[in-house]
C-alpha cells in the first residue's frame, strides 16, 4: 500500500525536505539539519507539519461516559476547554494508543490519535461503542495540523497568524471562526518546549503554512528532530516506549491512569499489575562516552541481556548519549549500573531518570 | 558535486584507502559524507585487531542512523584517528584528510580489486 501524503507535501518538496515513511504517510524528515531545527524549537520557534495525526470525534447524550469507558484519564466534570493526556487499553493493559482528549462539552469530545494508528483505533473505538448513546467519526481526513513549538511560539502564533493566544492557558483549547471555518487552537505540543497546534482544513493549514514561511519567524522543522525533542524531555512514542504489549504503568506513565476512577477498561489488569509487582519498566540509561544506543540494541549487565533500547540518541541539547529501555525490574532502579552492546561493544551506563532535559512549559 | 582525488582506491560502499608504503589510511569518501550529513560519532576499531577487506570494521552515525564501514582492504589496524572520538564532525569538514584508521596491509594486490578515482565518481554521478 503506497504512503498517504498530507496538504503540505507539494511545499515540503519545495523545500527540498527529505521524506521518509512515518505511520503510514510520506513525510518529512528535516529540511535542513536536524539539530539545526531542534535548537530552533529549543532556542526560538519552529513549525511542524502534522497533519498525519488523527482526529475522532465522539457525540452524543453518553459522551462522557463513553470517554470515561474506553480512557485512562479521568475527565469527569472537567471545564469545556480542557485537554487530557492519556491511554486507550486493551483489557489485559496493553496499550491500543496514547493519545489526547479534548473537552468540548459533556456531549462532545475530539480524540487526537497517532497516525500510525488511525485505522486500528478507530476500528477500537467504534466497536467499543456499542451500547452507548454516542456517535463516532473519524474526520483524519477533513483535518491539517500546523504544531508551532518554542519560546517564541506565542508571539509567531499571535503576529504571524493572527490567532490570539496569550491567554490560553497549558493544555486548554479553543475553537476560533477563521475565514469562514472553525479552527482549533490549543495549547499543546510533543517538544517540551511551549507551544500551540492548531487545527483545521487543509486549505487554511496551507495559507496557514504559507505565512509562516514568508515571515520567516518559524523555522520548517522535519520529524528528526520532533523524535529529539519528545525524547529529551522523556515523551513516549507509540511504537517505542508504549505498545500493544505495554502497559502505561510499565512505561512509567501511571499518574495517567486514574486508577480511582471508577471503571475503564484496563483498570482490572492495572490493578493486578500493581498488586502483583512489575517486572519490566521503562527506564532512562546515560552513557559515558559518545556511542550512540538505538532502538533495539541490548541492554546487558554481567552475560545476560536485561532489557532492550526502545529509543536512543546522542542529546542534541546536553551532548550526553542517553536511550530509554525496556529493562527487567531488577536492574530498573536509579544509579544501577547496566551496559548497552553498540556494534561490538558493551558500553558501560547508569540508570536514570527518563527526563534528559528539563521541560519549559508555560503554565 | 562530491570531491574525488586523485591516486587513491575506492570501494563501492564508498571508503577509500590512501597506501603510504606498507601501510593504508582508511576513511570514508566525501560523497558519503555528504550523503550522510553531520557526523556525531565515528564507532572506530582498537589498535591490533585485524580487518578484513569487505568486512565491517566499525560505523559512521548521524544522528538518525549508523552506517556500517566496510574495511576495502585487509591488514592489522596499527592506529585509529583519536581526534575522531572528540570531533566526529570533522568528518564532514575535511573527509580525505579524517582518515578512520591506518592499516598495517596483509596483502597489497587486494588494492586491484578497488576503483581508481575516476571509476569512483562515475558512481557518485
Known amino acids: 500500500m503506497s504512503d498517504k501524503r498530507t496538504c503540505l507535501y507539494e511545499r515540503h518538496l519545495e523545500l527540498k525536505?527529505?521524506?521518509?515513511?512515518?505511520?503510514?504517510?510520506e513525510m518529512p524528515i528535516q529540511y535542513s539539519d536536524?539539530?539545526?531545527?531542534?535548537?530552533?524549537?529549543?532556542?526560538?520557534?519552529?513549525?511542524?507539519?502534522?497533519?498525519?495525526?488523527?482526529?475522532?470525534?465522539?457525540?452524543?447524550?453518553?459522551?462522557?461516559?463513553?470517554?470515561?469507558?474506553?480512557?485512562?484519564?479521568?475527565?469527569?466534570?472537567a471545564p469545556e476547554g480542557k485537554i487530557f493526556y492519556g491511554m486507550m487499553l486493551h483489557p489485559h493493559g496493553g496499550t491500543v494508543d496514547d493519545l489526547l482528549v479534548y473537552k468540548e462539552s459533556d456531549e462532545r469530545f475530539f480524540l487526537v490519535i497517532n497516525a500510525a494508528n488511525i485505522d486500528k483505533d478507530y476500528a477500537w473505538i467504534e466497536e467499543q461503542a456499542a451500547g452507548f448513546d454516542v456517535k463516532t467519526e473519524n474526520q483524519s481526513e477533513y483535518y491539517g495540523q500546523l504544531a508551532v513549538q518554542g519560546p517564541k511560539a506565542e508571539e509567531v502564533v499571535e503576529k504571524v497568524l493572527g490567532l490570539p493566544c496569550q491567554e490560553l492557558v497549558f493544555?486548554?483549547?479553543?475553537?476560533?471562526?477563521?475565514?469562514?471555518?472553525?479552527i482549533i487552537l490549543s495549547r499543546t505540543g510533543y517538544t517540551g518546549e511551549?507551544?500551540?497546534?492548531?487545527?483545521?482544513?487543509?486549505?487554511?493549514?496551507?495559507?496557514?503554512w504559507d505565512k509562516l514561511m514568508a515571515s520567516g519567524e518559524a523555522k520548517p522543522c522535519g520529524l528528526g528532530c520532533r523524535d529529539t525533542l519528545r525524547f529529551?524531555?522523556?515523551?513516549?512514542?507509540?511504537?517505542?516506549?508504549?505498545?500493544?504489549?505495554?502497559?502505561?504503568?510499565?512505561?512509567?506513565?501511571?499518574?495517567?491512569?486514574?486508577?480511582?476512577?471508577?471503571?475503564?477498561?484496563?483498570?482490572?489488569?492495572?490493578?493486578?499489575?500493581?498488586?502483583?509487582?512489575?517486572?519490566?519498566k521503562i527506564v532512562g540509561i546515560e552513557l559515558e562516552g559518545r556511542a550512540i544506543p538505538r532502538h533495539g540494541y541490548d541492554v546487558v549487565v554481567g552475560d545476560e541481556v536485561?532489557?532492550?533500547?526502545?529509543?536512543?540518541?546522542?542529546?542534541?541539547?546536553?551532548?550526553?548519549?542517553?536511550?530509554?529501555?525496556?529493562?527487567?525490574?531488577?536492574y530498573a532502579?536509579?544509579?544501577?549500573?547496566?551496559?548497552?552492546?553498540?556494534?561490538?561493544?558493551?558500553?558501560?551506563?547508569?540508570?536514570?531518570?527518563?527526563?534528559?532535559y528539563d521541560k519549559s512549559y508555560k503554565k | 558535486m562530491a570531491k574525488v582525488i586523485e591516486g587513491l582506491y575506492y570501494s563501492e560502499s564508498h571508503e577509500y584507502v590512501r597506501v603510504e608504503g606498507?601501510?593504508?589510511?582508511?576513511?570514508?569518501?566525501?560523497?558519503?559524507?555528504s550523503q550522510l550529513g553531520n557526523v556525531v560519532y565515528v564507532d572506530m576499531p582498537e589498535e591490533d585487531d585485524e580487518v578484513t577487506a569487505g568486512e565491517e570494521f566499525g560505523a559512521v552515525e548521524s544522528v538518525k542512523a549508523a552506517s556500517d564501514l566496510f574495511s576495502p582492504v585487509s591488514g592489522t589496524v596499527v592506529e585509529v584517528n583519536s581526534a575522531l572520538e572528540d570531533e566526529p564532525e570533522l568528518i564532514n569538514q575535511d573527509a580525505f584528510e579524517n582518515w578512520i584508521m591506518k592499516v598495517r596491509l596483509s596483502d597489497s594486490s587486494e588494492l586491484e580489486n578497488l576503483l581508481d578515482a575516476e571509476a569512483y565518481a562515475k558512481i557518485c554521478e
Open chain 1, 17 to 25: 525536505a527529505k521524506m521518509v515513511s512515518f505511520g503510514g504517510f
Open chain 1, 34 to 77: 536536524i539539530a539545526d531545527e531542534h535548537n530552533a524549537v529549543r532556542k526560538a520557534c519552529g513549525v511542524f507539519d502534522v497533519s498525519h495525526m488523527g482526529e475522532v470525534l465522539v457525540e452524543g447524550r453518553e459522551a462522557e461516559r463513553f470517554v470515561q469507558h474506553i480512557f485512562t484519564n479521568d475527565v469527569a466534570g
Open chain 1, 171 to 182: 493544555y486548554t483549547f479553543k475553537k476560533l471562526d477563521v475565514d469562514g471555518e472553525t
Open chain 1, 194 to 208: 511551549d507551544g500551540f497546534e492548531i487545527y483545521g482544513s487543509h486549505a487554511f493549514t496551507q495559507r496557514s
Open chain 1, 232 to 280: 529529551e524531555v522523556g515523551l513516549p512514542l507509540y511504537g517505542d516506549e508504549l505498545t500493544d504489549d505495554l502497559s502505561p504503568l510499565e512505561a512509567g506513565l501511571g499518574m495517567f491512569a486514574k486508577l480511582d476512577k471508577e471503571e475503564f477498561i484496563g483498570k482490572e489488569a492495572l490493578l493486578r499489575q500493581k498488586a502483583e509487582g512489575l517486572t519490566r
Open chain 1, 306 to 330: 536485561v532489557g532492550t533500547v526502545t529509543t536512543g540518541y546522542n542529546s542534541i541539547s546536553t551532548g550526553k548519549s542517553v536511550c530509554m529501555a525496556l529493562v527487567d525490574i531488577a
Open chain 1, 333 to 356: 532502579k536509579l544509579g544501577t549500573p547496566v551496559q548497552v552492546r553498540i556494534h561490538r561493544k558493551l558500553h558501560n551506563g547508569v540508570v536514570t531518570k527518563k527526563r534528559f
Open chain 2, 22 to 33: 606498507e601501510y593504508g589510511y582508511v576513511g570514508i569518501t566525501d560523497y558519503a559524507q
